[in-house]
């Protein structure tokens, strides 16, 4: 599972695309996949759902410089998988 960002700038949006590499998720409590991200100070936590019903892709703005921690939720046969990432915001 490879994670690629784009545009990694406070008060941007910001493009979260996750390499699969060529497997297939499930959709999972109603989505394709899930990201939860958490400031550095665990003061703001968000949700985010993927763009479409058939991208593992999603789209969001953090509106503060930092540290983020993300976790990245997919369901493949049945059983969910979480995958941690550390991203810095500009």
């Known amino acids: 599972m490879e994670l690629k960002a784009n545009n ?8 979260l695309l996750f390499d699969l590499r060529g497997a ?6 109603g989505a394709l996949g899930h ?4 400031d550095e100070n665990a003061e703001h936590f968000i949700h985010v759902h993927p763009v479409s019903d058939d991208k593992t892709q999603f789209k969001t703005v953090l509106t503060e410089a930092g540290k983020y ?3 990245a939720e997919f369901q ?6 979480v995958y941690a990432y550390v991203i810095e915001i500009r």
Do not use: M
């Open 8 to 15: 990694i700038e406070a008060g941007q949006d910001i493009s």
């Open 24 to 29: 297939t998720p499930e959709p999972y409590l």
């Open 35 to 38: 990201v939860v991200i958490l």
């Open 69 to 71: 921690k993300l976790w």
């Open 76 to 81: 493949f046969d049945g059983e969910v998988y």
